[in-house]
């Protein structure tokens, strides 16, 4: 069964970096789309970045690009999301999710919470000001 494991939240101050991790098993990890979402308290989850199976293309969100770059190691089976310039209003619990489809039949990116089938259960990154 699919299974996906996030690490390497934790709490920063503002200006400062993290690199977040999911360790992906149970399933052909290089023919799946990736992607990181996160969630704020009494928000509704949101895509954060999204990458195509060959790693190749990328969607960012407005208010991440420019300072968070994600990748994936297909032959670790492992998602990755470099966050730089942390602000306090990136706070939110993060989430690794894989569906096999990037890409809807009108050609946009897929990303939203309802696009992805597969979760992990978060990690939390906190951002103090």
């Known amino acids: 069964q699919v299974q996906l494991v996030e690490s390497g939240g934790g709490s920063v101050q503002a200006g400062g970096s993290l690199r977040l991790s999911c360790a992906a098993s149970?399933?052909?990890?290089?023919?799946?789309?990736m992607g990181w979402f996160r969630q704020a308290p009494g928000k509704e989850r949101e895509g954060v970045a999204v990458?195509?199976?060959?790693?190749?293309?990328?969607y960012y969100a407005d208010a991440v690009k420019g300072r968070f770059t994600i990748s994936r190691d297909n032959a670790k089976n492992t998602l990755y999301l470099q966050m730089n310039s942390l602000k306090p209003e990136d706070t939110a619990m993060y989430y690794c999710?894989?569906?096999?489809?990037?890409?809807?039949?009108?050609?946009?990116?897929?990303?939203?919470?309802?696009?992805?089938?597969?979760w992990g259960q978060g990690t939390q990154v906190t951002v103090s000001s």
């Open positions: 990458i195509h199976p060959g790693g190749g293309s990328t």
């Open positions: 149970g399933y052909t990890y290089s023919d799946y789309c």
């Open positions: 999710a894989a569906d096999s489809w990037c890409i809807g039949p009108g050609g946009s990116w897929r990303i939203r919470q309802r696009d992805f089938g597969y």
